[in-house]
């Protein structure tokens, strides 16, 4: 297996443009997660899906931030209009299951700049 | 507050030399306790996992304790490598909280 793919690995895009970044989960896990990470604040959970629907969402930080996961092997993160201070690393990661003691498998990151 | 703590923030040692990373945790409730090895540029990988009845876990030259009564755990490394030259994050479960990482770096 591939593990999970992200994509693209890099992003510079100007404030006020839209940023879509895309995800391919292992296939079979039913479980998907998106994260975002900083230096400041290290890694923290954005919104995770079961079976393409999304269960809880209270981590994306506003309203311009969207994710949807049309089917089992795609998910899609969305910034609209990206600022600055969304410029992070974002991970997708899926799992078997989310029994606390399944394991997320991450995948490489998208690092996103916003000038 | 559920929050998880690590440290050093940061850790410099010679190959060949041992260290322990710490993790303290005020997370309820409280589930289990993962160890991820974090390369640069690389998205985060499981080394261990700690459920509330182990004390003591190894994986190679990795060693995890955890104290559920002080709610604390450590990570230790054996005879360092360059290749543990990486970023060790702490994640505490029920809730998926983690800690902002010790960067381990090991030079010859």
């Known amino acids: 297996d591939a593990g999970v793919i992200q994509s693209p690995r890099h992003e510079v895009t100007e404030m006020g443009q839209e940023v879509t970044l895309r995800c391919k989960p292992i296939?079979?896990?039913?479980?998907l997660f998106w994260y975002r990470q900083t230096m400041m604040r290290g890694l923290e959970l954005l919104i995770y899906?079961?079976?393409?629907?999304?269960?809880?969402d209270s981590g994306m930080p506003e309203d311009r931030f969207s994710a949807k996961m049309p089917n089992a092997s795609f998910s899609t993160l969305k910034i609209q209009p990206s600022e600055p201070r969304d410029s992070a690393v974002y991970f997708c990661a899926s799992s078997s299951g989310v029994k606390a003691a399944n394991e997320q498998f991450f995948g490489p990151g998208t690092r996103l700049t916003v000038l | 507050k559920n929050q998880v703590e690590q440290s050093p923030q940061s850790l410099i040692i010679l190959e060949g030399k041992n260290c322990t990373l710490q993790?303290?945790?005020?997370?309820?409730?409280?589930?289990?306790l993962r160890w991820y090895k974090q390369d640069t540029g690389r998205g985060p990988v499981s080394l261990t996992i700690?459920?509330?009845?182990?004390n003591t876990k190894s994986n190679g030259r990795y060693t995890a304790t955890l104290d559920a009564d002080t709610k604390q755990s450590s990570l230790h490394i054996t005879a360092s490598q360059l290749s543990d030259s990486a970023s060790y994050i702490c994640?505490?479960?029920?809730?998926?909280?983690f800690g902002t990482g010790t960067r381990l770096q090991v030079f010859p």
């Open positions: 700690m459920t509330f009845s182990e």
């Open positions: 993790c303290n945790y005020t997370v309820s409730p409280f589930s289990n």
């Open positions: 899906f079961n079976n393409n629907v999304p269960i809880d």
């Open positions: 994640v505490v479960r029920d809730k998926l909280i």
């Open positions: 296939s079979g896990h039913d479980y």
